[in-house]
């Protein structure tokens, strides 16, 4: 999961922050605990817990932590954008939405963020601003692979085949061995053959 990156203070952040990198996820966890103990109003180390959490898929408590980093700062930027972002794995769009769009003020232009408020706003509805934000997104960081994919299947979806085969192809050349991409190119030639043998038959 990576996060917005904003000044980072205590040094213990920093370390937890190196143990999530290497997948450590309920050590990064022990350590903002600690911080937590004598400093009961830390946005990092809440921001850390839930982001941790969100990499082990306990939403619960991701949501939790995360609800008590917006408490102490309403303008943190990384809390409402990761918060969002655990909505949206939990399928509530509506509130993934507001939070995105607020971390998307606090913190304009930044890739992660549109790429996460692009996706839940094409399932929220807004499909033709969905994939607008996530066209964005992806003229600020054109070879990001969870970007590309996350376009490459709202294309898949709305049947713009040909786009959608040229960002999972786009995907394999930045990362050959992503699986997602592979699986979606196969289903984009599947329903490109079916559609061709449905014109046939017209």
Not at 54 to 64: I, N, P, Q, T, V
Request: glycine share 4%; with cysteine; hydrophobic share 40%.
């Amino acid at each position: 999961m990576s996060e917005i990156k904003e000044q980072q203070v205590n040094p213990l952040i920093e370390e937890a922050d190196k143990k999530k990198n290497e997948g450590k996820h309920l050590e990064a966890i022990r350590i903002c605990e600690k911080i937590l103990a004598s400093d009961l109003k830390c946005v990092e180390a809440y921001e850390e817990i839930g982001d941790n959490y969100l990499s082990l898929r306990k939403y619960d408590k991701a949501e939790k932590a995360l609800r008590h980093a917006i408490k102490i700062s309403t303008k943190s930027a990384n809390a409402n954008y990761l918060l969002g972002f655990v909505y949206s794995c939990v399928n509530k769009w509506k509130d993934s939405v507001k939070l995105l769009e607020k971390a998307d003020s606090l913190y304009p232009n930044h890739p992660e963020i549109l790429r996460c408020l692009g996706w839940s706003m094409y399932h929220f509805g807004q499909r033709k601003r969905g994939v607008v934000l996530l066209e964005r997104a992806l003229f600020l960081a054109p070879n990001d692979p969870l970007i590309l994919n996350d376009l490459g299947v709202c294309h898949l979806n709305d049947k713009s085949f040909e786009r959608a085969a040229l960002l999972f192809k786009k995907t394999l050349q930045v990362e050959p061995a992503n699986q997602k991409a592979k699986e979606c190119l196969n289903a984009v030639r599947f329903f490109q053959r079916e559609f061709a043998k449905l014109k046939k038959k017209k």
